[in-house]
């Protein structure tokens, strides 16, 4: 009011311009893939790698089923791997920070809400396996299905992320089994593993304790789950409600076992 000025040019005292980076996994699995596959293996030359990922994979599928299953991914706690991600996220906080605008200072995030899957349906198949307009990574966390050694070694590899250096957030996701909670000391496990995280550097957590097949049953059977609530990403929402596109995505992420 004293200025006389919007917020949106620079009336406020306190207030910045937040710019959020979408598929950090995808990033870092993309760059370990190039030097893994080309470099360190020699499975492929590097031309051979972009003719596949023009061709959408398509006559290329012995070389897309290695990289999918037999090469190493972000997430499963592999320094080789992880490396990447701390040095694409690094890359971008700084060039985001160093900004101003007539809010104020830029802000840099690491969380999608459901950019992930827009941006992935306008991106082109990517290096790490990923076919044209399939969703990228959510958040900081990896992409769907890659991590496969359960939920210490996500959090080991998302803590290679110096999340100081995000003001504007960062978010990892991770879906549950509900027979996780069951037991006696279910609940006492996953308050251990959140408050690891967070000693660990963490920022955000968010989890959904649902299992892939009551999802599943849900878009096919909407009148039966009215009431199912969801964590997506920064919001929760009714599962029913969500875009397909979104329903999918949620049901592809890696369903964990504590």
């Keep these: 009011m004293k200025s006389g000025k919007d917020v949106m040019f620079g009336g406020a005292k306190y207030n910045s311009t937040g710019i959020a980076g979408v598929g950090i996994g995808n990033v870092a699995d993309c760059l370990n893939i190039v030097d893994y596959m080309c470099f360190k293996e020699k499975k492929c030359t590097t031309r051979e790698l972009y003719d596949a990922i023009m061709a959408n ?60 899957v827009i941006f992935g349906a306008m991106s082109d198949a990517t290096p790490d396996g990923r076919y044209r307009g399939e969703p990228l990574a959510d958040g900081i966390s990896p992409v769907q299905q890659m991590d496969k050694n359960g939920p210490t070694a996500v959090l080991t590899s998302v803590s290679v ?7 504007n957030g960062t978010l990892l996701n991770m ?29 955000e957590i968010q989890l959904n304790f649902v299992s892939s097949e009551t999802l599943r049953d849900a878009q096919k059977n909407p009148q039966n789950y009215q ?32």
């Design 175 to 203: 879906k549950f089994h509900p027979s996780t909670l069951k037991g006696e000391h279910g609940i006492e496990k996953m308050c251990r593993l959140i408050q690891t995280y967070f000693s660990m550097g963490g920022m």
């Design 161 to 167: 992320i110096d999340q100081t250096v995000y003001p």
């Design 57 to 116: 994979w398509e006559g290329y599928e012995e070389l897309h089923q290695y990289i999918k299953n037999e090469a190493p991914h972000y997430g499963n706690a592999i320094p080789e791997v992880d490396k990447w991600a701390a040095r694409a996220s690094e890359v971008f906080a700084s060039a985001v920070n160093k900004c101003t605008g007539m809010r104020g200072r830029f802000s840099a995030g690491l969380y999608p809400v459901t950019t992930n």
């Design 227 to 258: 009431n199912l609530v969801v964590r997506v990403a920064g919001f929760s929402a009714y599962f029913v409600e969500l875009h397909k596109e979104c329903q999918n995505d949620l049901i592809s992420r890696t369903e964990l076992m504590s």
